[in-house]
């Protein structure tokens, strides 16, 4: 005997025409349309914060640029780089009086500092110069006696900062040859010692991005678990 249009079949809760007793087809279509209405919020909810982390650096970057004076507690920019060099390296033995020179910017109140081992250095003798205002041109000469050195033969570390800004309020590093910021003076300890060149510190890279590369791949791992978090809703209902 037949089944008509509509009417329970015998052997199981399902309508003639194929569709499930929970509600049909049109059921399933409303379903799906609230998950991929869910879907869209949330791939948007993801998208928006990946646009955050994308424009943050930027956003720090324009505040970093000022003026001299700097604004809302955010230091400016220095107005210049600096360098410096020291000779000689190594030292024929010790005490001896070492040269430090280079180039700093002119301008913002810009002041020399030498420090030794990390901090600002007092003289050993009644010739040195440990702090100064580059010259016109640019171009200053620190003058330092160095009267011992670490015992491992690591050599005597020095760097040089230079202030500017209102009141030399703020602070920047000066950076040797190839980038470095810290020179290590050691004691010439034979002929050939004296033919090496003179170890030096790790090359200073300035500000890293390695943040911004780890929000970026949290952001891309969010939107990755929504699509497919929805992926499986989607086969769940059909």
């Not at 990946?50 to 000022?66: I, K």
């Not at 901090?119 to 620190?142: C, F, M, Q, R």
Request: with cysteine; glycine share 10%; charged share 15%.
């Amino acid at each position: 005997m037949g089944v008509r249009r509509g009417e329970w079949r015998t052997t199981g809760s399902v309508w003639q025409d194929g569709a499930a007793e929970s509600g049909g087809a049109g059921y399933r279509l409303d379903e799906e349309a609230i998950v991929r209405k869910s879907v869209r919020k949330c791939v948007g909810v993801a998208l928006m914060a990946l646009l955050g982390v994308l424009a943050l650096p930027m956003l720090a970057a324009g505040a970093q640029t000022n003026g001299s004076t700097g604004t809302d507690g955010v230091p400016p920019d220095p107005p210049g780089t600096c360098t410096f060099d020291v000779t000689p390296n190594p030292v024929a033995s010790v005490p001896t009086q070492v040269t430090i020179s280079g180039t700093a910017p002119t301008l913002d109140n810009t002041h020399v500092v030498l420090f030794v081992n990390g901090s600002p250095a007092t003289k050993n003798a009644a010739s040195d110069i440990v702090e100064t205002d580059p010259n016109p041109d640019g171009s200053y000469t620190l003058l330092y006696t160095v009267t011992s050195v670490p015992a491992d033969g690591s050599g005597l570390p020095l760097s040089v900062n230079f202030t500017f800004g209102n009141q030399n309020a703020y602070s920047a590093v000066c950076t040797g040859p190839g980038g470095i910021t810290v020179i290590r003076v050691k004691v010439q300890t034979s002929p050939a010692e004296a033919a090496k060149p003179a170890a030096q510190a790790l090359a200073f890279t300035g500000s890293s991005d390695t943040p911004s590369y780890v929000l970026i791949g949290i952001a891309a791992i969010v939107v990755g678990a929504v699509l497919v978090v929805a992926a499986r809703r989607r086969s769940q209902v059909s």
